[in-house]
């Protein structure tokens, strides 16, 4: 069953005399319990569509559709109710963790804002996110300095399934880590979808992070999709040039095939420098 649709979306930056489209009439639609990754390079327009989703960046033209219902323009109050539907975590925990409050505090806010818990429900609820993203009780006392990147990350993932929402947005959600706390955190949003259903937009420029991850990969380029498909087919038999440069750079857990790799863009940059 279908949960997001996408229909024609644009969004575009700067002023109306000097306006500039960062994403081009970009479609597509993801299931309950699927994950879809979007992939590019840096400007690609990736972030822009997971921030247009959440309502953080404002959308030119096109429609999205949460559940059968628009919320492409949605603002206000019934932006904030949706935070029980729809949730982000963002690249950097540390930036999108408020320092000055301590992790109790950020988690117990959206449990009271969303109403029907008390303070002291909310606080047990507290707990239970801790003990599922495999972090002490006792961290509830302390701010967010205190921890580790990839423990500030399970903050942020605690925070984003408080409500239990249907589509999470991950925008690089582990591009700052290092590699096994990077699979550590994979692990668990895998964990997280097997045992609540939800469904994740996985952003990401990193296509050995997403052979792993999702199930469907769309790959963009200067804010148009040149290929989607199976992660499978795109990984291991990619047909746009593009998708092909993307697969070539991603790295191999075998250093010698990482080495002629390497040695083999060395060679076909040396050739068109001659």
């Known amino acids: 069953m279908t949960l997001l649709t996408v229909d024609g979306l644009r969004v575009a930056y700067g002023s109306r005399k000097r306006e500039v489209d960062v994403v081009h009439e970009v479609s597509f639609s993801i299931g309950k319990g699927e994950t879809l990754a979007l992939v590019g390079e840096s400007g690609s327009g990736k972030s822009t569509i997971g921030k247009a989703i959440v309502g953080l960046t404002p959308v030119k033209s096109g429609s999205i559709s949460l559940g059968g219902r628009e919320i492409t323009h949605m603002r206000g109050k019934a ?3 949706l935070a029980s539907e729809l949730q982000m975590i963002f690249q950097n925990p540390y930036g999108s963790l408020n320092p000055a409050m301590t992790v109790g ?11 029907g818990l008390s303070r002291a429900e909310a606080g047990d609820r507290v707990a239970q996110l801790l003990h599922r993203v495999n972090l002490p009780a006792d ?3 302390r701010r967010p300095a205190a921890f580790s990147g990839g423990q500030r990350q399970r ?3 605690a925070r984003a399934v408080a409500l239990q929402p249907s589509l999470i947005v991950c925008d690089e959600p582990t591009s700052a880590l290092d590699v096994s706390t990077q699979a550590a955190v994979l692990d668990l949003l895998a964990e997280l979808q097997k045992d609540l259903g939800v469904s994740y937009l996985f952003i990401s420029h990193d296509l050995a992070v997403v052979r792993r991850f999702a199930s469907r990969v769309m790959v963009l380029e200067r804010g148009r999709v040149v290929e989607e498909g199976s992660t499978a087919k795109i990984c291991t038999a990619p047909s746009h040039p593009y998708t092909a440069a993307l697969v070539a750079a991603a790295p191999v857990p075998d250093p010698r095939i990482q080495r002629m790799r390497r040695e083999s863009r060395l060679a076909e940059r040396a050739g068109v420098v001659k």
């Open 79 to 81: 932006r904030r109710l």
């Open 139 to 141: 961290a509830a006392h």
């Open 105 to 115: 505090s950020t988690l117990v806010e959206p449990l009271v804002a969303a109403g």
């Open 155 to 157: 903050i942020a993932i």
